[in-house]
């Protein structure tokens, strides 16, 4: 990886020059000129490196009139690992099906159509999209390509083939899963399809008791709110397979590409390296989050009044949900943050967010650490960006490809575009990903007033250790797959390489000199056909006696029990398995929209 580069040594003598010695009568003064420049060394020093005198509970907009200093321009110019990390060449991205991994041409039973309608913004989509090819795989079924969100908050009417190159969705996934455009045909009239949903995070033993069923008597399935309805834990050549929709399959159309690498471009002409940053720090995040940054009774009123959309929203205790980490940190925050990291005030930042809480009050004090501050409104033309603009999901897109393809990126919230782009730069290189630890950083930042800036830095850079994005911070299983993709990353080997097996989930796996573990003799996902179907699954319930299958017998009496109309089915999104950084309240679908990028 570069670094920055660094600026000429301001003592350095001139190339092949000499010194004279002083007379003997000349040294007096020149020891009181030795004595009079140390002084203004020291106070130099001093200036550049100042006591951080502005507090957290100032009001939005106003540290900057507060703060007498700031941190010293120059960056952090060691080996240091500013834009990347030197472990990354160590691992690479494996997604590869395994030889036990049947062809779809095999695997698809030829009455079996699945067709998923998505929820939310771009990235919530996204993660439906995905686990929807490995659910169709699950059930053996054709996919038809998923339909859009086009009625939520978002309130974009873009389909899946003007923000995703449809054709190379379909032929990169063709040995995986048969694909169509549209919906089967009978007597030359679509097919009525079967209205159901699932569970949050529903495993394969699920959508086999569940889905199923109904999928062989209706052949036809339309699943509709399709966001995190599948596990998070699946088989190795599952979780692959998301991998490759997720990091290949994917790709934007032709022109959000292009405007996107036209971005990029623009920002490598301004410096060699640069920073994307995810803010989120709108007012719907702040008013959900239910925190408090200083703003007197006009903040308070104003998302006090936007929290009321959400007759679910608890009453909020800002001091805990700061201390818990719940809350973004401010635009100063994130900047002080990067500067203590080493980011020098030269530093190029290109800035992902929508309308920011406060305005340019609230960016002043960012924009004055670092004063070179993009958007893609700053980087692109009027007439660039008119086609898009209409678009909330186009313009998400664009601001995706900028941020995926910066030297560092940095998210400031927890969301499916941070999840899905810290998860992706992990797979390509493990590329530079910070993640603001919030909950060690409060009590830094409530008590920054009272320490040095050298010292300041320091504890930044111990907390932050582990939020960087590199290799083995966060361990194969934690957290969402999205955002850790450990069975789609390998280590390299070598002569040296010690390998031992152990048994992880009543399976053999292997651990190299890298860390990175490696399922062996994995066995493939297996086909069903309707008649193995109707038989009890072994693993989750070897007695029979557990979850009630949906037998075609009796699945006309109990219609109303799984389909959407049914209040009953509408109340199946209680999450069934414990994660780490999953979603555990079920808030209402519009708080899950605004919130999901």
């Known amino acids: 990886m570069g670094h920055p580069r660094r600026r000429g040594h301001p003592h350095a003598h001139p190339r092949g020059g000499h010194t004279a010695c002083p007379r003997r009568g000349a040294l007096p003064a020149v020891a009181a ?122 309130k974009d009417s873009s389909n899946f083939s003007e923000i995703f190159d449809i054709d190379w969705f379909i032929s990169f996934l063709a040995k995986d899963v048969k694909i169509i455009k549209e919906p089967p045909e009978k007597g030359g009239k679509a097919v009525r399809p079967y209205k159901m949903r699932v569970p949050r995070k529903c495993t394969p033993q699920c959508y086999l008791k569940r889905v199923l069923p109904a999928l062989l008597k209706k052949h036809v399935i339309r699943m509709t709110k399709y966001d995190y309805r599948l596990s998070n834990k699946l088989d190795t050549d599952l979780q692959k397979l998301r991998c490759r929709v997720n990091y290949h399959a994917l790709r934007f159309t032709d022109p959000i590409q292009k405007l996107g690498e036209k971005l990029i471009q623009r920002m490598r002409e301004k410096s060699r390296y640069f920073i994307a940053l995810h803010l989120r720090f709108e007012s719907d995040m702040l008013a959900f989050s239910g925190c408090y940054y200083g703003g007197g009774e006009k903040e308070r009123r104003d998302l006090g009044a936007i929290r009321k959309r959400w007759k679910t929203l608890h009453t909020s205790n800002p001091e805990k949900g700061r201390r818990q980490g719940r809350c973004p940190l401010t635009p100063e925050e994130v900047g002080l943050l990067l500067r203590a990291l080493g980011y020098g005030s030269d530093v190029h930042i290109y800035a992902a967010s929508g309308e920011i809480y406060g305005g340019e009050a609230t960016l002043a004090p960012l924009k004055a650490l670092f004063p070179n501050f993009h958007t893609k409104e700053s980087l692109a033309s009027k007439d660039e960006l008119t086609p898009f603009l209409t678009h909330s999901s186009r313009m998400a897109a664009i601001d995706f490809i900028v941020c995926d393809g910066s030297d560092a990126f940095v998210t400031n919230n927890n969301g499916n575009m941070a999840k899905i782009l810290a998860g992706r730069r992990r797979y390509f290189s493990h590329r530079r990903t910070i993640r603001p630890n919030a909950k060690q950083l409060y009590p830094l930042f409530m008590n920054r007033g009272n320490m040095s800036w050298e010292k300041f830095s320091s504890q930044m850079r111990i907390l932050q250790k582990g939020f960087m994005g590199d290799p083995l911070e966060v361990m194969p299983g934690r957290g969402e797959f999205h955002a850790n993709p450990a069975a789609c990353i390998c280590g390299k080997t070598d002569q040296n390489s010690v390998v031992k097996s152990i048994p992880v989930s009543n399976r053999q796996e292997t651990i190299d000199s890298t860390g990175i573990r490696k399922a062996i003799g994995e066995p493939a996902y297996p086909i069903y056909t309707d008649e193995e179907a109707d038989g009890s699954d072994s693993e989750e319930d070897p007695t029979g006696e557990g979850e009630e299958m949906i037998t075609e017998d009796d699945l006309n009496a109990r219609e109303e029990m799984i389909t959407e109309d049914d209040p009953a089915a509408k109340g199946e999104t209680v999450d069934t398995e414990a994660d780490d950084e999953s979603l555990s309240k079920q808030e209402d679908s519009e708080l899950e929209e605004i919130l999901s990028d």
Not at 86 to 95: H, K, P, V
Not at 101 to 122: E, N, P
Not at 141 to 148: G, H, S
């Open 33 to 154: 000129l030795l004595l009079l420049f140390l002084a203004v060394s020291l106070l130099s020093v001093a200036i550049s490196a100042p006591r951080l005198a502005d507090r957290h509970h100032g009001g939005l907009g106003a540290s900057s009139r507060r703060s007498l200093r700031h941190p010293p321009r120059s960056g952090w110019t060691a080996r240091d690992g500013l834009w990347g990390s030197q472990l990354a060449s160590n691992f690479y991205g494996c997604s590869n099906a395994s030889r036990k991994f049947l062809d779809s041409s095999i695997a698809t039973q030829s009455d079996r159509y699945l067709i998923i309608v998505t929820s939310g913004g771009l990235n919530q989509q996204r993660t439906g999209i995905v686990d929807a090819v490995v659910a169709a795989r699950i059930l053996n079924a054709t996919l038809v390509v998923p339909k859009l969100d086009q009625t939520s908050f978002w």
